[in-house]
């Protein structure tokens, strides 16, 4: 996580107490400059207007120049940044998440450490300035990240991580509701960067010990309760697909209860999230090339971490018990074999065709586990099927279940967060595929519709009219590209923002 964490805040619409380094303008494609820019003064403003004409900049959505300005009528500022965003027409509630971190990164590649941004003055494409406040206080904070604590070399006099205090310029009377609003931002941008951390620890250092001591961790520094359920524990459960996907490995798994009561007698969510630690497929052993990616198979878990967290910084009146299968999936003379029936926790047979669809049988598990407590809604996040990746690829999860008023609350909450969720359908007529000969049903449908069977799998351990999703992030949890500015490569933290956004009901 970043070291120096960065302050964010409004401030009145007085250029006279303005004091940093940096001034932060939006100019639209084209290079027109935002309508706030007359506050620099009309000598300053008329400057600028004329070098843009001039065509020093486009304006393109991330493009970032420095300008400077000499101080003068009261301006105690002497550089600008002009932040282009692109045709106005097409600026989106994402746009200004990647500005906010476009800002952040161009300032701290130069050294900068604070800034005033002017951009939630104007009415850019029909945007409340509070959704614009909010999303590039998010976008900066996301953009910031970066996970460096296992690099010793050159970190120490990088520039990176300069920047301490950005500023959003607001209507005098709106300062204070400005500061409560980046309070509830910074605090699920936070649990992000807890999931983002999670994720990218490689397996060496994260098995499902070590992610078990994280969780006793959070129940220590906040009003969390943390059950930890291993060996024997297991076992008087029944627990038998967490233990067959785990039996291969010396690092034994488990299943992380964690509890958050304040809701008094409102209903109760259960947040269930697949944290296999690394998976190498099992003797079903994955192809060498990007295994190492699997280190990210426990991004479900994570986000169930970085959520629970959040609720819990923010004192939410709600109920929420976060419920994470852990286990490493690896080959050995104790590994299950394709072929074995294991009984589950549930009661019902399963045959193992492949070991490799691991996911299913710890969440199996895990969502029998949730009923015990009642909940009123269950929803399950996991990286699940490869299958989801080629469907929907790295733009949006997938969500299926039992009900369409929860879909649709998810689906609205993604809009909002910018995780947003594309629904696919759990036909009765899909479930043919996953009958088993020797069991009850077997852990893979088949080539076809793979993201739609592993829930078919998933579905036989809910009880019929709980409300249920089931959120694949296969596609989604890791960004191999980097090319956007708030999402760093590496582990995405996805999910937080989407169940902090459902959690506090506020969608689209
Ligand atoms: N963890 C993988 C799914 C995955 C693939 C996540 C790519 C992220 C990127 C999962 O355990 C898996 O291997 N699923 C198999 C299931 C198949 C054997 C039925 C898959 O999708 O290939
Ligand atoms: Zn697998
Ligand atoms: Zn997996």
Known sequence: MSETPLKMDGIAVD????????????????????????????????????????????????????????????????????????????????????????????????????????????????????????????????????????????????PRHSMKKLWFAVQEERVARCRKLFEKVEIITKGVMLARDLGNTPGNLLTPEVLARKARELAEQWPIKTTIHSGKSLEQKGMNGILAVGQGSANPPCLIVMEYRKGGDRPVLAVVGKAVTFDSGGISLKPGAKMEEMKFDMSGGAAVFGFMQAIAEMKLPINVVGIVPSAENLPSGTAQRPGDVIK???????????????????????????????????????????ACVIALGAHA??????????????????????????????????????KSVVADIKNVGGREAGTITAACFLSRFVDEGRAWAHIDIAGTAMDLTGSRPHVPKGSVGIGVRLLCRYALKERM
């Open 15 to 158: 250029v006279a107490t303005w004091d940093a380094d940096v001034l932060v303008i939006g100019v639209y494609q084209g290079g027109e400059p935002q309508a706030a820019i007359s506050l620099c003064g009309e000598e300053v403003a008329q400057e600028i207007r004329q070098i843009l004409k001039a065509g020093w900049m486009r304006g393109e959505l991330g493009e970032m120049v420095f300008l400077p300005v000499a101080r003068q009528n009261g301006l105690r500022i002497s550089r600008l940044l002009l932040a282009g965003m692109g045709k106005r027409e097409s600026l989106s509630l994402e746009s200004f998440r990647a500005l906010g971190a476009s800002v952040v990164k161009a300032c701290e590649k130069s050294s900068v450490e604070n800034a005033i941004c002017l951009l939630a003055l104007d009415k850019h494409n029909g945007f409340k300035h509070w959704q614009i406040l909010e999303t590039m206080a998010e976008g900066a904070w996301l953009g910031k990240y970066r996970y460096d604590c296992l690099q010793s070399v050159g970190k120490k006099d990088s």
């Open 344 to 386: 589950m926790a549930s009661g019902l047979f399963v045959e193992v065709i492949n070991t490799d669809a691991e996911g299913r049988l710890i969440l199996a598990d895990a969502l029998h586990h949730a009923a015990s407590f009642d909940p009123d809604v269950i929803i399950d996040l996991a990286t699940l099927t490869g």
């Open 397 to 434: 999860s997938a969500v299926l279940g039992n009900d369409d008023i929860l879909r649709d609350q998810l689906c609205q909450a993604g809009e909002r967060s910018g995780e947003r969720l594309w629904p696919m359908p759990i036909f009765q007529e899909y479930q043919e595929q996953i």
